[in-house]
Every structure is written in structure tokens, then in C-alpha cells.
Nanobody, 125 residues
Framework: QVQLVEAGGGLVQAGGSLRLSCAASGRTFSRLDMGWFRQAPGKEREFVAGILWPGGSTYYADSMKGRFTISRDNAENTVYLQMNSLKPEDTALYYC??????????????????WGQGTQVTVSS
């Protein structure tokens, strides 16, 4: 089975940048639609960005558009989330998620069945 491992989270000052990575292992990483979600304490899991197989189509939540960029390196079985102009409200546990390619992107967490362990992003004011 495919296993996803996130990395790159940390503490950053407002206005700063972080790049998260999500590396797949265990089985082939081919033909997967990928998404990034985040969850803050007391809040529901929220869609951040998504990228369809093989990587030509990307999607963003409105609040992240223009600040975050999702990309993938299929040869390295890795998906990235570049986060710029970070705000304190971006503080959350960020999860990488995957599902078999469908041709459409869904912002619903329930549509994804493979999840990483999460990486913490904390933005100070």
C-alpha cells in the first residue's frame, strides 16, 4: 500500500514562507490525484490545494490562491506545497492526501483515502 510522509513544517513569522513536501513510498505513486488539507484545533479539516494526475491541473481554496502553489515531481514520487505570505490564520496541521485519479478535483476530505501523518505549521504574528 502507498504511504505518504509529509515534511517541511515549522515555526515561521507572518509574511514568511515554507515549503512542504509529501513523499510516497511502498507502492507506485502513479495515477494519483493529490491534495493538501489543513486542520486547526477545534475546526474541521479544510481543503488547501489539489493537483490532478499527471500534474497539469491545479486547484486552490480562495483564501490560498495567489499565496500557495502546489506542484509534483512524479519521477521522485513527491508533491510540494510552497506557501508564501503566511498569516497567523494559516497555523494548522497540514496533511497530504491521495486517491486514484478520477479526472476531477474534489475539495472534500472524504474523497481521499490515503493520508499522511501531518506536519505542523505555526505562523507567529
Amino acid at each position: 500500500q502507498v504511504q505518504l510522509v509529509e515534511a517541511g513544517g515549522g515555526l515561521v513569522q507572518a509574511g514568511g514562507s515554507l515549503r512542504l513536501s509529501c513523499a510516497a513510498s511502498g507502492r507506485t505513486f502513479s495515477r494519483l490525484d493529490m491534495g493538501w488539507f489543513r486542520q486547526a484545533p477545534g475546526k474541521e479539516r479544510e481543503f488547501v490545494a489539489g493537483i490532478l494526475w499527471p500534474g497539469g491541473s491545479t486547484y486552490y481554496a480562495d483564501s490560498m490562491k495567489g499565496r500557495f502553489t502546489i506542484s509534483r515531481d512524479n519521477a521522485e514520487n513527491t508533491v510540494y506545497l510552497q506557501m508564501n505570505s503566511l498569516k497567523p490564520e494559516d497555523t494548522a496541521l497540514y496533511y497530504c492526501a491521495a486517491r486514484r485519479a478520477t479526472g476531477v478535483m474534489s475539495p472534500k476530505a472524504a474523497f481521499y483515502d490515503i493520508w499522511g501523518q501531518g506536519t505542523q505549521v505555526t505562523v507567529s504574528s
